[in-house]
């Protein structure tokens, strides 16, 4: 059995709630709630549950979900029967109210309880950072950042992330968000396109004609047009396949210091998509579980109060390793998890971990060769002296 580290310094929420994974998008869908039980399964294995308080997450109710969206798309959402699967296997579809019901964003059974139980685990994460009743707050069933404020979009219905932020600025005067999806973090950084209190951070794949939103490039920073206070502050890094764990920790430092520098948030949310993974279904970075997980050990330095969202992540047995790691780092159980390179024999689903069952697999175990990386230096080097132009026109 593994030694129990007691954490030191931090007191860790996790918010979780197991009605989530029950719920299904599509036997060919790349979403898998499924992959939250496989995360918690690993958690609990290795005795992390021991070193956080631990919360069943509620459903969040009609007026947190309009804090945000319009009544007219959270009335919809609660109102809309599943549907056979159309015949939109392209997504062309115009028809679609809400843009619910395409192959991205199917209706399915439960449909608004699994929107509501999203909301309400960052939700309550949020109250939590807000009360100082905790540190850092994990919420992995949240971290859905492609909805809009009435409309769905990229398998996202209901923007969590957004409602969290919104009420931690009851408390907070600035919150930094960070998206380490692959994805752009599109629905968050719109929805504070016009406010200086909140600054958006995303690094994702950029690849405007073939990659999903589209949006995100190096030279948007908000709408600059009619004395907009949010100018500045939506800072995009955009990437290409292949980059490494050494790459991705530097420019990752590199940027964030650099903002908190600057923004002086008094709070963090880190959105921690896994598809930016090795080996994802849909990601094509060449990111190992360490390098994913330096980011979140990077912002737990900078010792902020600090909301952790989940998001992407299509290869569930490589989420399932990099949220129970990134758990391990804010629980300050990250020796327990270094020492047994082994998963935990009693793990439940362990035949799902594949690559000899160790939870940190090499570049060769996962890919058996790595992905061609794209990124040149030179080109991160662009990206942090955009940044750091951008920063001149931030102040606390
Ligand atoms: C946060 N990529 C969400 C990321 C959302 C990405 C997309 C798919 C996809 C959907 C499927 C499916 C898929 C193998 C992959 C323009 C389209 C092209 C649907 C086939 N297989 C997050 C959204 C992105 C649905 N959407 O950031 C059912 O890939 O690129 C698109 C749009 C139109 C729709 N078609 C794809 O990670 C949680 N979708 C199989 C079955
Ligand atoms: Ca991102
Ligand atoms: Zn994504």
């Known amino acids: 059995e593994l030694g129990i580290t007691t954490p030191k310094g931090y007191d860790v929420s996790f918010h979780y709630n197991p009605e989530m994974e029950r719920h299904h998008f599509g036997q060919t869908h790349p979403m898998k709630p499924w992959r939250l039980t496989l995360t918690k399964g690993l958690v609990t294995a290795y005795g992390m549950h021991y070193t956080m308080k631990n919360y069943t997450a509620r459903a969040a109710t009609y007026d947190e979900l309009t804090s945000f969206h319009t009544s007219d798309y959270v009335d919809f959402l609660a109102t809309v029967a599943p549907q056979p699967t159309p015949l939109d296997l392209d997504g062309t579809n115009s028809d679609l109210k809400f843009n619910l019901g395409g192959s991205d964003c199917p209706l399915f059974e439960g449909l608004y309880n699994y929107c509501s139980l999203s909301g309400g685990a960052s939700l309550d994460a949020a109250r939590k950072l807000c009360t100082k009743q905790s540190d850092i707050a994990i919420a992995w069933g949240g971290g859905l950042h492609h909805a809009k404020r009435s409309e769905a979009s990229g398998f996202c219905y209901v923007n969590d992330i957004v409602i969290a932020i919104l009420q931690l600025l009851r408390v907070h005067k600035r919150v930094l968000y960070i998206d380490i999806d692959v994805h752009h973090g599109d629905g968050v950084e719109e929805a504070f396109f016009s406010t200086d209190r909140v600054m958006t951070v995303s690094f994702h794949k950029y690849d405007p004609m073939n990659f999903f939103p589209g949006t995100g490039a190096l030279e948007d920073n908000g709408p600059k047009s009619e004395h907009n206070p949010g100018a500045h502050h939506a800072i995009n890094v955009p990437l290409n396949d292949g980059i490494t764990d050494e790459q991705y920790k530097w420019l990752f430092e590199n940027v964030i210091s650099r903002c908190v520098e600057k923004f002086k948030p008094e709070a963090i949310v880190l959105q921690c998509g896994a598809d930016s993974l090795a080996g994802d279904r849909l990601g094509k970075f060449n990111l190992l579980v360490q390098g994913h997980g330096s980011c979140v050990e990077y912002c737990k330095g ?25 758990t391990a780092i804010a629980t300050n159980n990250q020796s327990n998890v270094a020492a047994t390179a082994e998963i935990p024999l009693h793990t439940p689903y362990r035949k799902n971990f594949e690559y000899d069952s160790v939870l940190l697999p090499s570049i060769e175990q996962i890919l058996g060769d790595a992905r061609q990386n794209r990124n040149t230096q030179k080109r991160l080097q662009e990206i942090i002296q955009h940044v750091t132009e951008q920063l001149r026109f931030v102040s606390a």
Do not use: C, F, Q, S
């Not at 010792?303 to 129970?324: E, Q």
């Open 302 to 326: 900078l010792g902020l109060p600090m909301i952790i969202v989940g998001g992407g992540g299509y290869t569930p047995k490589n989420v399932a390793r990099a949220w129970a790691y990134e």
